[in-house]
């Protein structure tokens, strides 16, 4: 181990434990806190500097022409502002967006659902969420989208709520949804 002097000492070997505070801690544990930490402000200046950059197309009144381009809702999966909460009917009911879907592809970190229906916001005939990369996905409890998976996504100003509100398709989940929205 390393003294306070950073000069190993052989004979003596020192345990990090609560009780030292920040003393005798190893320079591994240093350099995994840094890590984290540039983890954490790079994904949070990542949803600044992108904020407001996908903007959902125009709904349409109706089924497209056959020509005409499908309306798009686009959406990103950005780390939440605060700490996670347990699902509950009232946050649910604050997002401006709900909507149950199927994956139809998964291509470059963007998943595109079908709507089936729509709870709250604009009908469009596609949903396009971006992604998380992998490692910080399972930091921010993120939707791992699937092709041919069913997922109830929700989401305010075109982020998805993540810890748990938008995820994959489940009778609990489902309820949940009925319950914010009235059926």
Known sequence: MWHRGGVPDDDTLTDESRQTGTHDRSPLTWIVAVAVGLVIAGAALFGLLNRGADEPDAPSGGSPEPDAAPSVTRLTASPPAGRCMLPNVDVLREQTLAVDGVVRSVTEGKATLEPHRFYAGDETDLVVVTAPDRDLQALLAAVD??????????????RVTLCGFSGRYTPELADLYAEAYGG
């Open 145 to 158: 989208f699937e092709e041919g998976g069913r997922y109830l996504v929700s989401a305010t100003e075109q």
